[in-house]
């Protein structure tokens, strides 16, 4: 079946470094979306990219990812990171539009430290 | 713009007892709906999906139920509760069609603690 894999259940850093978190899935579509969603302490998930095109690098916020089918994978990245951006980011792929919709990885809890 | 209501924001119920946990879609006809569920800690575990008013899938039961009683309205709900209910449940609609047809808007939240 459809899977999204996220290895680190924990990524510390220090403000003003780069981060990245991982993001592997098996699909057997070939339509597919993907996304980068970030929940903040006691508050519900926002959609932070979305991305269907191969190779094609998204940005929002400062964070990026691009799309690589040959690698079956969809990392997200921060040049800089920030305090404010310590939070639970979650990977999660749509094979069909509608229906059962997203399926989410098991999350990444980013802790930015000064 | 689309707004997504749920209630109640949080609630401590004992074993055994009923549950009944609500949202409400505005500004958006026919979305599709959706009930998540997250343990403390955990990931989000799709319960229910309904694409029209009146029909629900199940997911992932867990001893659970959902309906559709409006187009703007769905609800999940058990007559008896588990300690393993508790965790943060979370309603969240897409578009179904379109560029964005895929993407969830998730409301915000309701917080469930069983004892």
């Known amino acids: 079946g459809d899977s999204v894999t996220q290895t680190e259940g924990l990524v510390t850093v220090t403000e003003g470094l780069p981060v990245k978190l991982n993001c592997t899935y098996q699909?057997?579509?070939?339509?597919?979306?993907f996304f980068w969603y970030v929940q903040y302490l006691n508050e519900a998930p926002q959609v932070l990219l979305k991305?269907?095109?191969?190779?094609k690098r998204t940005e929002h916020q400062g964070f990026h990812a691009t799309l690589h089918k040959s690698s079956s994978s969809f990392h997200l990245q921060k040049s800089s990171a920030q305090l404010s951006d310590s939070a639970l980011y979650y990977c999660?792929?749509?094979?069909?539009?509608?229906?059962?919709?997203?399926?989410f990885g098991t999350g990444t809890t980013v802790s930015v430290s000064p | 713009a689309q707004t997504i209501h749920q209630w109640p924001v949080a609630e401590i119920k004992a074993v055994g007892s009923p549950l009944s946990l609500g949202c409400t879609i505005k500004?958006?006809?026919?979305?599709?709906l959706y009930w998540y569920w997250q343990a403390t800690g955990g990931t989000l575990q799709q319960l229910f999906y309904?694409?029209?008013?009146?029909?629900v899938e199940s997911v992932v039961q867990l001893n659970l139920s959902a309906s559709r009683p409006k187009d703007d309205q769905f609800i999940l709900s058990t007559e008896k509760l588990l300690l393993s209910h508790s965790g943060f449940y979370l309603c969240?609609?897409?578009?179904?069609?379109?560029?964005?047809?895929?993407?969830?808007?998730f409301g915000e939240g309701s917080r469930l603690i069983v004892v």
């Open positions: 969240a609609w897409s578009p179904g069609t379109g560029l964005s047809g895929n993407t969830l808007y």
């Open positions: 699909t057997t579509y070939l339509t597919i979306a």
């Open positions: 991305s269907s095109t191969d190779n």
């Open positions: 999660a792929l749509s094979p069909y539009q509608g229906g059962r919709a997203l399926i």
């Open positions: 500004g958006k006809s026919s979305p599709n």
């Open positions: 309904s694409i029209t008013v009146g029909q």
